[in-house]
């Protein structure tokens, strides 16, 4: 805006007396004239308001210029940025298109999983379920195979065997309705544990080798005299080379050795001693073989009486009709008394409460 000067204020004071004019050339008039519009102020102030309102006009037009500049700039950075912000947005989108497809697939897989979890948790619990019936199938074998070792073989250390693979096996299922089961099985073990041990498979092992020895064992009219009572100088004479005898003394060594191989000499250590006709000892092999076989059988069925009466009539028969001076009929008559002198008839226990508490457990489990 353009300063407003006011004017100055005219005195009021009566001015002096005009002096006479006086006049001039006009040249010079005009001069004065232009000097004296020249020192008006009001030419001055207007001079002055029109400079500084033409400076303002240029600086504005200046100012505005400048301003359209940046304001075409500030748009075209507006529209650069404007298209930048709509590949963006449109980038985005897409990206969001993208993630919106990979979401339904995560979302149908995460489905799926929670629909395969669920078939494994059912899964899961019917071989939970079955691996409990399984362990119960066992264990009741087991449990059986126990009791008809006992039953039928009177096998004790097999029923042990049984009953303690029954044990390691609920032991190793760590489950807490198990425990009566193995306590059932414990009192048991204990029973079976206290029994007196018969070795039944040996006792038929030894039975069955003397069985297999009866054909060899030798008979006591089969028996010749020892070589103990022969003189040594007779063996002497007989090793001794030829030629270091006498002719005549060597002949008559000759004779004696033969002379005394034409008697033989028999001596029988038994008051009544037996005498079978050739033809005779087959059968008597065969009936001591049956014999035998016979308490074998009784020895499986635990028939203690019929055990101990077959082996005393072996005895008698192999005390009777067999060399006792052999090694091998004294082997066979001492593993007979052995086992004529062992008791083999055993009260074993039942193996009832096991397998009732077996039962009970199943018939408990399939009523839940």
């Known amino acids: 805006?353009?300063?407003?000067?006011?004017?100055?204020?005219?005195?009021?004071?009566?001015?002096?007396?005009?002096?006479p004019a006086v006049t001039a050339p006009p040249g010079q008039a005009s001069r004065q004239s232009l000097n004296a519009a020249w020192r008006n102020p009001w030419l001055i102030v207007a001079l002055l308001a029109l400079g500084l309102a033409g400076w303002q006009w240029?600086?504005?037009?200046?100012?505005?210029?400048?301003?359209?500049?940046?304001?075409?700039?500030?748009?075209?950075?507006?529209?650069?940025?404007?298209?930048?912000?709509?590949?963006?947005s449109k980038q985005a989108q897409e990206q969001l298109a993208?993630?919106?497809?990979?979401?339904?697939?995560?979302?149908?897989?995460l489905a799926e999983s929670k629909s395969q979890q669920a078939t494994l948790e059912n899964l899961y619990q019917d071989l939970a379920r079955s691996r409990d019936e399984w362990a119960l199938a066992e264990i009741e074998q087991s449990v059986t195979l126990a009791a008809q070792q006992l039953?039928?073989?009177?096998?004790?250390?097999?029923?042990?065997?049984?009953l303690q693979?029954?044990?390691?096996?609920?032991?190793?299922?760590s489950r807490p309705q198990f425990i009566g089961l193995r306590k059932v099985l414990g009192r048991d073990l204990d029973k079976l544990r206290a029994l007196p041990q018969v070795d039944l498979p040996g006792?038929?092992?030894?039975?069955?080798?003397?069985?297999?020895?009866?054909?060899?064992?030798p008979l006591a009219v089969d028996g010749r005299p020892r070589d103990e009572g022969r003189p040594k100088a007779a063996s002497d004479l007989s090793?001794?080379?030829?030629?270091?005898?006498?002719?005549?003394?060597?002949?008559?060594?000759?004779?004696?050795?033969?002379?005394?191989?034409?008697?033989?000499?028999?001596?029988?250590?038994?008051?009544?001693p037996v005498l079978l006709a050739p033809g005779q000892a087959f059968f008597l092999r065969e009936n001591l073989k049956l014999?035998?076989?016979?308490?074998?059988?009784?020895?499986?069925?635990?028939?203690?009486?019929?055990?101990?009466?077959?082996?005393?009539?072996?005895?008698?028969?192999?005390?009777?009709?067999?060399?006792?001076?052999?090694?091998?009929?004294?082997?066979?008559h001492a593993t007979l008394k052995q086992l004529s002198a062992t008791e083999i008839n055993i009260a074993f226990p039942s193996l009832n409460e096991s397998l009732s508490a077996i039962k009970n457990f199943k018939l408990g489990k399939e009523r839940k």
């Open 58 to 88: 240029i600086e504005t037009r200046i100012r505005l210029s400048d301003t359209q500049q940046e304001l075409a700039k500030r748009l075209s950075e507006s529209d650069t940025v404007a298209r930048e912000s709509r590949a963006l």
């Open 1 to 19: 805006m353009n300063d407003i000067v006011d004017p100055q204020p005219v005195s009021s004071a009566p001015s002096p007396p005009a002096e």
């Open 291 to 332: 014999r035998l076989l016979n308490a074998r059988l009784a020895l499986l069925a635990h028939d203690q009486w019929t055990f101990r009466n077959e082996l005393g009539q072996a005895l008698v028969w192999v005390d009777r009709y067999f060399d006792g001076r052999e090694k091998s009929v004294h082997a066979a």
């Open 203 to 217: 006792m038929n092992l030894s039975l069955e080798s003397v069985i297999a020895a009866v054909d060899a064992l």
């Open 165 to 173: 693979a029954a044990d390691a096996r609920l032991a190793g299922n």
């Open 239 to 272: 090793t001794a080379p030829v030629v270091s005898l006498a002719f005549w003394q060597h002949l008559a060594t000759e004779l004696w050795r033969e002379l005394r191989g034409l008697i033989r000499i028999q001596r029988f250590d038994r008051d009544e």
């Open 151 to 162: 039953q039928l073989a009177g096998n004790v250390q097999g029923a042990v065997l049984a």
């Open 98 to 109: 993208v993630l919106q497809g990979k979401l339904g697939e995560l979302e149908g897989k």
